[in-house]
């Protein structure tokens, strides 16, 4: 089945950076699309970012463009989120999350990784 393991989160001071990673499993990701979302506390879960595999096209929540960057390495079946000029509220559980190119719904989630940025 498909598995989805991130990895890279932790403690950073603002404008500091980390590169989180999304190591995909269980199935050929060529024709899905790869998402990043994140949840910080007693906020609801909102979407960061999203790469089509086939293509690399990529998509961006405005909170985050021009500082995130999402890139997929094809051999490794693995996405990364690399975050640049971490501000404290970008402070959340990050997930990866994956689905069909032509669905609307994320279908499989990572258990996610904590992010914490201190002033």
């Known amino acids: 089945q498909v598995q989805l393991v991130e990895s890279g989160g932790g403690l950073v001071q603002a404008g500091g950076s980390l590169r989180l990673s999304c190591a995909a499993s269980?199935?050929?990701?060529?024709?899905?699309?790869m998402g990043w979302f994140r949840q910080a506390p007693g906020k609801e879960r909102e979407f960061v970012a999203t790469?089509?595999?086939?293509?690399?096209?990529?998509y961006y929540a405005g909170s985050v463009k021009g500082r995130f960057t999402i890139s997929r390495d094809n051999a490794k079946n693995t996405v990364y989120l690399q975050m640049n000029s971490l501000k404290p509220e970008d402070t959340a559980v990050y997930y990866c999350?994956?689905?069909?190119?032509?669905?609307?719904?994320?279908?499989?989630w990572g258990q996610g990784t904590q992010v914490t940025v201190s002033s």
């Open positions: 999350a994956t689905k069909p190119v032509d669905t609307t719904r994320y279908l499989y």
């Open positions: 269980g199935r050929s990701f060529s024709t899905y699309v």
């Open positions: 790469i089509i595999w086939s293509s690399g096209n990529t």
